[in-house]
T-cell receptor, first 109, second 119 residues
């Protein structure tokens, strides 16, 4: 069983939709929770990180962590075609990150 | 965010040759960095962690004699794929770790990746 499981997708939504991306994890030692965006043939780019249960908002993006359920989510409001990418969740402990497999999102104009 | 460069961005080589990939942090210094590989439609697989001035720590299943890592300075690291074979074809991504200090998360900044194709 993988330590981090991510909803595989792919996901296709119309422009302006609210997108929900989700990951579950099994390792209680994870300290920090991150979301990265990766465009095709590019390296990942950090979108958000958090280290406690609850919500963290940054513009159109909201990261949600529920440590009791070992569940994290990323919500994208008013999605744009430029949001089309692969989104990776990642969790940090013991000096390294463990990544989910990614969810590919397509936002159609 | 911080800027990390990787060179070359893509390389094609013959089986049996060695390929060196260079990773530079352009605007911050980092004692710790990571090398990943990524196969199509899969996530990042950590290959090794290195701290400047010491030997790299390789993940289980990664051959240290095949994937040579040199963390030469706080802003430069190289990965050399020795005697490359077609199964080594992949997307290789480096990452520098920025320490945010008390109360903040350690943040990884990734390079743009190098696509290696071994014929």
């Amino acid at each position: 069983q993988k330590e981090v499981e991510q909803d595989p997708g792919p996901l296709s939504v119309p422009e302006g939709a609210i997108v929900s991306l989700n990951c579950t994890y099994s390792n209680s030692a994870f300290q920090y929770f991150m979301w990265y965006r990766q465009y095709s043939r590019k390296g990942p780019e950090l979108l958000m990180y958090t280290y406690s249960s609850g919500n963290k908002e940054d513009g159109r993006f909201t990261a949600q962590v529920d440590k009791s359920s070992k569940y994290i989510s990323l919500f994208i409001r008013d999605s744009q075609p430029s949001d089309s990418a692969t989104y990776l969740c990642a969790m940090w402990t013991a000096g390294k990150s463990t990544f989910g497999d990614g969810t590919t999102l397509t936002v159609k104009p | 965010g911080a800027v990390v460069s990787q060179h070359p961005s893509w390389v094609i080589c013959k089986s049996g040759t060695s390929v060196k990939i260079e990773c530079r942090s352009l605007d911050f210094q980092a004692t710790t960095m990571f090398w990943y590989r990524q196969f199509p439609k899969q996530s990042l697989m950590l290959m090794a962690t290195s701290n400047e001035g010491s030997k790299a720590t390789y993940e289980q299943g990664v051959e240290k004699d095949k994937f040579l890592i040199n963390h030469a300075s706080l802003t430069l690291s190289t990965l050399t794929v020795t005697s490359a074979h077609p199964e080594d074809s992949s997307f290789y991504i480096c990452s520098f770790l920025s320490r945010r200090g008390q109360g903040g998360a350690d943040t990884q900044y990734f390079g743009p990746g190098t696509r290696l194709t071994v014929l």
